[in-house]
């Protein structure tokens, strides 16, 4: 009978052993994770420092020392090197609209420059925004830098936020109901104070320059690198459009142009509400010269008042945006004027499209538009007088 046990106590005292070296191996597991997460917390912390240590030492102002400016508030530092990247992606938001980022971020795999605008009642949530995309998407961290606008009055409160733990099981897709250009106090957006900042702090010599919800067709970055650079179109003086167009909220966003044109429920830019104002790229003969594999200058077309496209351009003799544009009117066409008094060409190209998430219809904009469109249009006035003494020898007017 003591036979027949022997062979049962063996496999006792092998299944024992076994489970205790899984148990040991779990446990050095769990040691590991509790290890990642210290490190993970820690270094989420030594994060919220240094965005929090930027903001308190904000002294930087916009030129009517409304704003204050602090660039690199995240990012910046981590940025891999800018050498290889010809051509960044400049962008602004609210924090309404920031997540927008993580779409756009996926679809342009190189340098994106971000401005931020924030206020004492939306700072807390705006900062934990940015730490927690950048904590919790790779290619975020590896590729966008932050930059921070917000009023001098709201310094003081800013100063004081506490900090929060990243979450990154929370999907950030979900904006604010509000408005655009509906901000606490009466505040007023500075687009162009934004857009300067993003531009000045990028190190790329050309510069794409678009709102947070419009996303460039897939691979335009390599593209242009590898087929406009080299080729003999490149001037200092030269703005290379790219046709942008509109589409529903819950549509997917085409990559290539072929896509593009077999979706009919896409139509031109402001189609609805502001016809002229894209009509010069003239998007029948872009349509018609269906699809490359090389991305090359197509035709070159003629500014003209109101028009307003997005485009490429050499960021060295590029004019920055007028600051004195706030709100809704003429903050993107004062610079797109200035440029044709100094000279430039406007080229199309030939594959390369924008695509604007949500279709513009007169009848969504915030109640104050017309009011504020009036203003920004009587300093436009003013502005273009400016420009005959800025370039006294251009004989071309706005």
Known sequence: MKARWVPNIQKVILFMVVLVILLQVYHI???????????????????????M????????????????????????????????????????????????LVQLSERWAGPISVSVFTHSHDAEFALQLIQN??????????????????PVSSHAKITKIPYHDVDCSEEYSVKSTSQNFVLEDKLKYPHNVLRNLAIKTVAAKF?????????????LLHSFQRDVLPSSTVDY????????????????????????????????FYANVCHWCQ????????????????????????????YEPFFIAHKSSLP?????????????????????????????LNNAFLVHKGQKKKDKFYSDKKKDHKENKALFQDFKEELKSRYPDSARTC
């Open 320 to 348: 920055l945006y007028e600051e004195r544009f706030k709100q809704y009117g003429y903050n993107r066409v004062s610079q797109i004027c200035e440029m044709y008094v100094a000279g430039y060409k406007f080229f199309v």
């Open 237 to 268: 003086r030269t703005a290379y459009i790219l046709p942008i167009f509109e589409i529903d909220e819950n549509q997917d966003i085409p990559s290539t142009k072929q896509k593009l044109l077999q979706n009919k429920n896409i139509h031109p």
């Open 133 to 150: 995309l950048y904590m919790c998407y790779r290619h975020i961290q590896l590729n966008v830098f932050f930059h921070l606008v917000f």
């Open 279 to 306: 009509f010069a790229t003239d998007y029948h003969r872009w349509e018609s010269l269906g699809s490359n594999e090389k991305l090359e200058v197509a035709y070159e077309v003629q500014w003209k008042l109101p």
């Open 53 to 100: 240590q930027k903001v308190r030492d904000a002294y930087k102002t916009d030129s009517s020392g409304f704003y204050f400016l602090v660039p690199n508030i995240l990012g910046g530092s981590q940025q891999h090197s800018s050498d290889s990247f010809d051509l960044a992606l400049v962008t602004h938001t609210t924090s309404n609209h920031l997540h927008n």
């Open 207 to 219: 510069v794409l320059s678009i709102d947070i919800d419009i996303y460039p067709s897939a691979n």
């Open 29 to 51: 597991y769990l040691m590991g994770q509790l290890e990642e997460f210290k490190d993970t917390k820690n270094y989420s912390n030594s994060v919220w420092d240094d965005i």
